[in-house]
């Protein structure tokens, strides 16, 4: 995506003189519209992503809440309190799990594409918000 971007900047406006500024207008549109299509797509994804994640923790601090405050939990060993308790194991297992299939990254995805873009876009001038919308900055007066 980065490498796409960095190309697209450079051919469509950058070394390229482009003698039209029509055309200048309409590859910032057509830039602007595939940005703001691939953060869109990527939302529902990551909406579904945050809802696991926000179950699976709610699931395991239920399941910590019940393992701390039972009173056999201070009498046996840990793996047989573990064992006593099911859902926090099974819970507390998942949600490592998640992590270790990187749903910290799938969470925020759109922001991660965002913040890459505003790096190469800020050689240029340009921003984006979070949803791939471009803000055009004002050049730098020379003098």
């Given at each position: ?20 500024s ?5 590859y ?5 519209r ?8 990527l ?22 809440w019940?393992w ?28 490592i ?11 925020v ?9 505003r790096?190469?876009?800020?050689e ?20």
């Open positions: 995506m980065q490498l796409c971007l960095i190309y697209f900047l450079k051919y469509s406006i950058g070394s390229k003189p482009i003698k039209h029509a055309y200048k207008g309409y910032l549109k057509a830039f602007e595939r940005l703001t299509e691939y953060v869109s797509c939302q529902p994804a990551t909406g579904r992503w945050r809802m696991i994640l926000i179950v699976v923790s709610v699931c395991t601090a239920t399941g910590a019940n701390l405050i039972d009173p056999d939990t201070q009498k046996v060993s840990f793996f047989s309190s573990l064992w006593n308790h099911p859902f926090f194991t099974i819970s507390c297992i998942t949600l799990a998640l992590f270790f299939a990187g749903i910290h990254k799938r969470v995805a759109p922001s991660i594409i965002a913040a890459r873009c790096t190469v876009l800020a240029y001038n340009m921003s984006c918000d979070d949803t791939g919308k471009l803000i055009l900055k004002p050049r730098p007066h020379i003098q």
